[in-house]
């Protein structure tokens, strides 16, 4: 379902457990702006729940990077209020989640110059079609 990201280069995940340090688990880079996609590990299943971002065009339609890139959209970004080491967990630990695999791609960066909302929308809209309903975790495209 989503084959197009095979042309990134620059990619990578990891596994981050509710004890664990988002901080140390991370090994997306601080210097890009891509997709990520996050799976709940429960038990013996991988389910998608996440279709996420980082990075946006500004109003020049260029391409605006978080200050700390891909990596600070785990490390010091929110959901909602709540900075995601401390929202993962408690969200994790009320789901009955083991752990969350995360799988990250640059898509904007030194090889590739495709914007991350763009992507985002093409994968949640398949998803969509696909499944008639959203990833758990995205509540919107």
Not at 99 to 122: A, M
Request: charged share 30%; glycine share 8%; net charge positive.
């Amino acid at each position: 379902m989503f084959d197009e990201l095979n042309r990134y280069k620059e990619r990578g995940d990891f596994i981050f457990k509710a004890s664990d340090s988002l901080r140390d688990v991370c090994n997306a880079p601080n210097h890009s702006s891509g997709i990520y996609f996050i799976y709940a590990n429960d038990r013996a299943t991988q389910n998608l729940i996440y279709i996420g971002i980082s990075g946006r065009k500004d109003i020049t339609r260029n391409i605006e990077h978080r200050k700390d890139g891909l990596r600070g959209r785990f490390i010091t970004g929110k959901t909602g209020a709540e900075l995601r080491k401390t929202y993962w967990p408690k969200k994790m630990n009320l789901e009955g989640i083991k752990s969350l695999h995360i799988f990250w791609y640059v898509s904007h960066g030194e090889f590739n110059k495709d914007f991350p909302r763009d992507l985002e929308i093409l994968f949640l809209t398949r998803f969509l079609t696909k499944y008639e309903r959203l990833p758990k975790w995205n509540r919107k495209i």
